[in-house]
């Protein structure tokens, strides 16, 4: 039996805010939230730019013993996860007496594993690791943390696929409820943002090197883009069966009509018009929907000369030219694991809000994005149908669609 | 045990270790008493024991292990494992 499934819950802590209302307005605004940090620079990097989120002090919400197996990505995903939960009306009382599961992307843990292995350096002594790092460095993270803090009783496992990580980790949670194996799953994605975990990308001379205008450094789309620029935080979005959210009473925003995937099973970095039009075609086809149905696409596109071009073309290959068109990441820099979650959160707000939000710095179309219609600046419009695209590293492909209800 | 290369009497190394205890475990310091029980008072469960090792290495260059711990119920009896090893 397939069931419908809706969103009921969604929360954000990204470099464009620490909570949905604060990034609807960066959005809106077309604000970036990108940085020099320095730290970056001194530690050996090409580039110094990447997208800043603050630190939260946990204490107010966590107790020590709940804290200590938490680094980034699961200290970023608890605020997301914290302000969705409350969004979408569900407590712990209730999550622990009913089966709500969690399916959260995530693909790196780089700076707690270099702190831990350092410790043992220094101490030769693995004991004064302390009992945190364990929980900080597997890449079950956030999982392990979340499930036990929100006393979760459902399915519970870390969705690893690179930069689609965040997108998989929605489609999955998708597939388990349609099928009516759960009624509830908290999605979502996370990022760690610091130098250990972007160090080995830099390396491969991928991002921008735009230092000296941080914010207009990120320019998906446009002629004169020069790279991309990591970024993080965490985006959760709680999916929930029509039937279970319509008898609880929760609010329901959107629902998730369509999860298209697809491999490359070609090269490790390099991006494939067949791959991502596969995605495409699969998501409309499962969502029943033709292109024109489609009011918006939040793109993949991360400001780098190669996957921006493939994106167009795939886009102009399944849509024509014009279906609106814009990159959020040219706000946030590319949010990597994060990403496909949060720009499901981005497009909803978005959506919620009768918006479509900038893809800023596009000055000026190469070949390609001139066939597509990139929205440069932040216009006024209905919005019943989104597609939002992610791709990842080693050739994974993720497209979802969501309608209003 | 030196602080500024004066060495502390194990009353100094008592309050010391108090500061640094409720200030980790979050407990209130006056519950910090020799009479109270150490797993209870600071709600310590097996994974805090190994952060306990890492405290007092930290914070008193005493090396532990979960082995010191054996029969160690109060403050009290934990003060006396320390003054031991750092023979005060």
Redesign the interface.
């Known amino acids: 039996m397939s069931h419908r499934v809706v969103i009921t819950g969604i929360g954000i802590y990204s470099c464009l805010g620490e909570n949905l209302d604060e990034v609807t307005k960066s959005l809106y605004a077309g604000k970036s939230g990108i940085v020099f940090d320095q730290v970056r620079k001194d530690f050996g990097f090409r580039s110094a730019l990447t997208g800043m989120v603050q630190e939260p002090d946990l204490k107010n919400y966590l107790s020590r013993r709940q804290r200590v197996g938490m680094h980034q990505p699961a200290v970023y995903a608890y605020m997301a996860t914290h302000e969705a939960l409350a969004l979408s009306g569900l407590d712990v009382d209730f999550l622990e007496q009913t089966e709500t599961g969690i399916i959260y992307g995530n693909d790196s843990t780089a700076a707690s594993v270099v702190e831990a292995v350092d410790k043992v350096r220094e101490k030769h002594d693995t004991t004064l690791i302390g009992s945190g790092a364990i929980f900080q460095n597997m890449n079950s993270t956030v999982n392990m943390n979340l499930s036990t803090i929100f006393k979760l009783k459902g399915i519970n496992f870390t969705l690893s696929a690179a930069c689609a990580s965040g997108s998989h980790s929605i489609g999955m949670g998708y597939l388990m409820i349609s099928q009516g194996l759960q009624e509830r799953v908290i999605c979502g994605g996370a990022q760690e943002i610091n130098a250990s975990a972007m160090a080995s990308f830099d390396g491969l001379g991928t991002f921008s090197v735009r230092e000296s205008e941080p914010t207009k450094a990120s320019r998906p789309f446009d002629r004169d883009r020069d790279g991309l620029i990591p970024s993080g935080g965490a985006a959760t979005v709680i999916l929930e069966s029509y039937e279970a959210a319509v008898k609880r009473g929760a609010p329901i925003l959107a629902e998730l009509i369509g999860y298209g995937f697809s491999s490359n099973g070609d090269h490790i970095s390099n991006p494939s018009i067949d791959g991502q039009t596969r995605s495409l075609q699969m998501a409309l086809k499962q969502a029943g929907i033709t292109t024109a149905e489609v009011d918006y696409i939040n793109a993949h596109a991360t400001s780098t000369p190669v996957g921006d071009g493939s994106e167009a073309r795939a886009i102009y290959e399944v849509f024509g030219g014009n279906v609106p068109v814009s990159s959020t990441k040219s706000m946030t820099g590319h949010e990597c694991w994060m990403a496909g979650a949060s720009e499901i959160v981005y497009s909803l707000l978005m959506m919620q809000n009768s918006f479509i939000a900038p893809n800023i710095n596009f000055e000026n179309p190469d070949e390609d994005s001139a066939k597509i219609n990139i929205i440069p600046e932040t216009k006024e419009q209905t919005i019943n149908c989104f597609l939002s695209n992610s791709f990842g590293f080693g050739g994974t492909n993720s497209t979802l669609i969501v309608r209003k209800i | 045990m030196y602080a500024n290369d004066v060495k502390m009497s194990l009353e100094e190394v008592i309050e010391e270790t108090r500061d640094f205890l409720s200030e980790?475990?979050?407990v209130d310091r006056d519950l910090i008493l020799p009479e109270n029980s150490l797993k209870d008072t600071l709600?310590l469960?097996s994974?805090?024991y190994?952060?306990l090792?890492?405290l007092i290495?930290e914070n008193l260059n005493i090396?532990l292990?979960g082995e010191d711990f054996k029969g160690i119920e109060t403050f009290g009896d934990f003060y006396q494992l320390v003054g031991k090893k750092l023979a005060l």
């Open positions: 980790e475990f979050e709600d469960d994974l805090d190994v952060d090792v890492v290495d090396k292990t």
